[in-house]
């Protein structure tokens, strides 16, 4: 949309490869995607298909090499058994790893035991951005984000990096 009428319809994909109808609505190119145009064209390669977030940009420019593990613990509504499942997962990403947390009843639980957490906001694409680089991290997540978390993590495998999903999920 712009000024209420209608300019565009497709994939985001398709209305950020083109700068200037970008601009004459207003609106900016994610980072992301200038970035990936930028080492697209100074690799000399394609930049389909186009990275929507920092993992799935360090997936399709070279990651560690060897992907690290995304620990996940699901929450229930109630935060039932939420510090125990944290406690397991830490001790097998280990101690000095990253966590991260996504969804308001996970949140709750967290601040309720005084978990640590690294990624309070995005710990999604967050700990998979950490497993691309090579480190394990633990996720916290809302039951509801089960679905979306596996999506994104086979997007992130879909650029080349074999994350790893081990735990509630």
Same mark, same amino acid.
């Given at each position: 949309?712009?000024?209420?009428?209608?300019?565009?319809?497709?994939? *985001?994909?398709?209305?950020?490869?083109?700068?200037?109808?970008?601009?004459?609505?207003?609106?900016?190119?994610?980072?992301?995607?200038?970035?990936?145009?930028?080492?697209?064209?100074?690799?000399? *390669?394609?930049?389909?298909?186009?990275? +929507?977030?920092?993992?799935?940009?360090?997936?399709?420019?070279?990651?560690?090499?060897?992907?690290?593990?995304?620990?996940?613990? *699901?929450?229930?509504?109630?935060?039932?058994?939420?510090?125990?499942?944290?406690?397991?997962?830490?001790? +097998?990403?280990?101690?000095?790893?990253?966590?991260?947390?996504?969804?308001?009843?996970?949140?709750?639980?967290?601040?309720?035991?005084?978990?640590?957490?690294?990624?309070?906001?995005?710990?999604?694409? *967050?700990?998979?951005?950490?497993?691309?680089?090579?480190?394990?991290?633990?996720?916290?997540?809302?039951?509801?984000?089960?679905?979306?978390?596996?999506?994104?993590?086979? +997007?992130?495998?879909?650029?080349?990096?074999?994350?790893?999903?081990?735990?509630?999920?």
């Amino acid at each position: 949309m712009n000024a209420g009428k209608h300019v565009y319809e497709g994939s *985001s994909e398709g209305f950020y490869r083109d700068p200037a109808a970008v601009r004459a609505c207003g609106l900016f190119r994610p980072a992301v995607y200038e970035m990936n145009d930028a080492l697209s064209r100074m690799s000399g *390669s394609a930049p389909d298909p186009y990275p +929507r977030t920092v993992g799935e940009y360090l997936a399709k420019f070279g990651g560690s090499g060897k992907a690290g593990t995304v620990y996940c613990v *699901s929450c229930p509504s109630d935060g039932e058994g939420v510090a125990e499942r944290y406690a397991e997962e830490v001790s +097998r990403a280990g101690e000095d790893s990253r966590r991260g947390i996504t969804g308001m009843d996970s949140r709750d639980a967290v601040s309720a035991a005084r978990l640590k957490a690294d990624f309070y906001f995005g710990g999604i694409d *967050s700990c998979l951005a950490e497993a691309v680089l090579g480190r394990d991290s633990v996720l916290i997540f809302d039951k509801v984000y089960a679905p979306l978390v596996k999506e994104r993590a086979e +997007r992130i495998r879909s650029f080349g990096s074999d994350v790893e999903l081990e735990g509630d999920i």
